[in-house]
């Protein structure tokens, strides 16, 4: 029977998810008379928080500006546009413009340091290779965008041929091997990002480092507190979307130290999982809210309402500034 559970702490939300579904909500609610708010992409990568802001707000997500013309004749829309948490390539934004719309930029400020730092070094002549988990995830996209002729899209050596757009870091070619600069997704993992940044650094000695580490604070606390829990346990549950790029790199550490399991809800547990098993894990990804967790416990409860939950570390502090909103054109300045 279950005894204990070790809850990871920090889990969930992290600052730059915060930010954006509050300039969502927000944003819906201030524009609610004038019509229905669009979102360029799911605002985070969990379909609950998704599922929750449409109904909650009948907000619209589109995957492309394209789609924004269908939605017209259906509803009324507010002529603005939110961008996700993950970043847009500037082509978006013009785009936006020039259908003479409005936008608020809900992109992550850690997911700008990186656009800036690929802009900077790329207008300096400098070949960019961007580490990367799939060419299709809107950040990889957003930050490719701020200088495609430069960027170069490489693969993290333990996924390299997963997909055959990203460049294998160990046979990767640049036009000028003393002129290239390392940038990467913010949602990667820490040891293995590390690991293909050492291979790069090898096959080019003058290779380009931002001073600070482009990985997220929120994923490097998030994958400490797996690597310390999972010792301690028979099962590692971990609360992700399989679309989130963080939530599924922390199902994978937790896959190579114990037995894990993914789920999106209680709704998906078995109760056959834990046979046997006396200690559990938690944690959930930095866009899975807390009541999903909750709701966990609760379902263990059910099991052994003795359960004694263990919840150590700290929660972190960081808040970032809700964007602004930049108004249709018709309705102030460009």
């Not at 802009?119 to 400098?126: H, K, W």
Request: proline residues 5%.
């Amino acid at each position: 029977m279950i005894e204990r559970v070790y809850l990871a702490k920090p889990r969930g939300f992290c600052a730059g998810v915060v930010m954006a579904i509050n300039a969502v909500e927000r944003a819906a609610e201030e524009l609610k008379d004038q019509g229905d708010l669009v979102v360029y992409h799911s605002i985070v990568h969990n379909d609950v928080v998704v599922a929750r802001l449409r109904e909650r707000y009948g907000v619209h997500i589109v995957e492309d500006l394209s789609e924004i013309a269908e939605l017209e004749k259906k509803y009324k829309l507010a002529r603005t546009i939110v961008f996700s948490a993950h970043g847009i390539p500037p082509s978006v934004r013009e785009e936006v413009r020039r259908m003479g719309w409005g936008y608020i930029d809900a992109t992550c400020p850690l997911v700008t340091k990186v656009h800036s730092e690929a802009r900077y070094y790329a207008a300096r002549g400098y070949t960019v290779l961007l580490i990367g988990d799939s060419a299709d995830h809107q950040e990889v996209r957003g930050t490719l965008g701020e200088a495609p002729e430069s960027t170069i899209l490489v693969a993290v050596h333990t996924h390299v041929g997963s997909d055959p757009r990203l460049a294998d870091p160990r046979t990767v070619e640049v036009p000028d091997p003393e002129r290239v600069a390392v940038f990467t997704q913010t949602t990667l993992s820490v040891d293995d990002t590390d690991r293909t940044i050492e291979i790069l650094k090898k096959r080019f000695p003058k290779l380009v480092q931002p001073s600070r580490s482009d990985l997220c604070y929120a994923t490097k606390n998030r994958q400490d507190q797996v690597k310390l829990i999972a010792p301690h346990v028979d099962l590692f549950l971990v609360l992700t979307s399989s679309y989130s790029s963080n939530g599924m790199r922390l199902f994978e550490i937790a896959s190579g130290l114990t037995r894990a399991r993914r789920i999106d809800t209680a709704a998906d547990l078995r109760r056959e999982w834990f046979d046997g098993v006396r200690n559990v894990g938690i944690t959930s990804a930095a866009s899975t809210p807390e009541d999903l967790v909750q709701q966990v416990l609760v379902y263990l409860r059910e099991i052994n309402p003795r359960l004694e939950v263990i919840e150590e570390g700290e929660w972190e502090k960081i808040r970032f500034r809700e964007p602004r909103r930049v108004p249709p054109l018709n309705d102030g300045d460009e």
